[in-house]
């Protein structure tokens, strides 16, 4: 009888032993409830994934992760097109520096910056994973390409106080005002990854001083339409518009201006054999002189052909058609023409 209770006993506290491991192999790792706990936030930035399957786990914690530490701090795709554009030349890495402040390459910015797999957890249904990098490691990363940046700002700016043409020297400065402004965005980005609650950003002095210098250069750097009065209202408010967005002061009652800018536009009814609707075919080109140095710019030329269900309403989006193609077309064409001149 007494072995009889004896083994019952010993099955019984086995049985509890069995349990009690059954359920702490269930039981949620801290590190998925308390993350904070095992990875301390002073040294990792970390962000939790979930999914049906750890692949699909393991990009959502990198997706949380990108979102973290790029919420506040974006970089539009004008401004990471215009930096490639810029950089062409240069001695740098530009497909890291595009990962660092492009918000479109999660998978690629994530690569650069080191993120690891620190955790995985499987509780039956459901995979989870901690993802996360070390903070002042890969603020080195950041600290390293501004540092290369800055080199190339120096250099721009040394060159635009040594030139003696104005519109170069406005060229050099506003290609040293775009890197800075990148500067900025990765000065931001490792800020936010330090944890910084007092931002030490002296890019933002630099980009302010190189600021001053464009404004100054303003002054000099003057535009006249000639013929302006020739032109709809809308297109010539659309050409002063794209120059003084480029750096130009418009001057319609200077006597020598640095460009002087030679709009044609012209249009005539266009027949193409329908009777519902009434077109206009148009050409727009625009000569550009630069009185000082007498760079040779290219003429600028667009045709096309606008229609509508009435003649008024034809001249009309003709009109609309080619204020767009200066807001655009021309305006890309003026920046690439201007770009080329400090190459």
Request: charged share 25%.
């Amino acid at each position: 009888m007494k072995k009889s209770v004896a083994i019952l006993l010993c099955l019984a506290g086995a049985f509890f032993l069995l349990s009690c491991g059954s359920s702490s192999s269930t039981r949620a790792p801290l590190w998925l409830t308390s993350p904070g706990e095992v990875y301390a936030e002073s040294r990792y930035l970390t962000a939790i994934g979930s999914g049906p399957s750890l692949q699909q786990a393991q990009n959502s914690a990198y997706g949380n992760l990108a979102r973290i530490f790029r919420a506040d701090v974006q970089a539009n795709q004008t401004m990471v097109d215009d930096f490639l554009e810029t950089m062409s030349n240069e001695d740098v890495n530009l497909e890291r520096i595009t990962s660092l402040i492009s918000t479109t390459r999660i998978e690629s910015n994530l690569e650069v910056l080191n993120v690891q797999t620190y955790e995985t957890y499987f509780d039956g249904e459901t995979h989870y994973v901690l993802a996360g990098f070390e903070r002042l490691r890969t603020s080195t990363i950041y600290s390293r390409e501004m540092a290369n940046n800055e080199m190339v700002i120096d250099n721009l700016r040394s060159r635009a106080n040594s030139e003696q043409s104005i519109i170069k020297k406005l060229g050099l400065l506003r290609s040293a005002k775009l890197i800075s402004d990148v500067n900025v965005n990765l000065s931001q980005q490792r800020d936010h990854i330090l944890n910084r609650s007092v931002p030490f950003n002296p890019e933002v002095e630099t980009r302010i001083e190189i600021e001053t210098e464009i404004e100054q250069l303003k002054r000099q750097a003057t535009v006249r339409i000639r013929n302006s009065e020739r032109l709809p209202n809308e297109l010539n408010s659309a050409l002063r518009s794209v120059f003084q967005g480029l750096g130009f002061t418009m001057g319609d009652s200077v006597t020598n201006p640095l460009l002087e800018i030679i709009p044609n536009f012209e249009k005539q009814p266009a027949n193409i054999g329908r009777d519902d609707a009434y077109f206009i075919a148009w050409n727009l080109s625009i000569d550009i002189i630069d009185n000082q140095t007498r760079t040779d710019f290219r003429q600028f030329s667009h045709s096309s052909r606008s229609g509508a269900i009435s003649a008024d309403q034809a001249d009309r989006r003709t009109t609309r058609d080619a204020k767009e193609t200066i807001e655009k077309q021309f305006k890309t064409f003026l920046d690439s023409q201007l770009r080329n001149l400090i190459k």
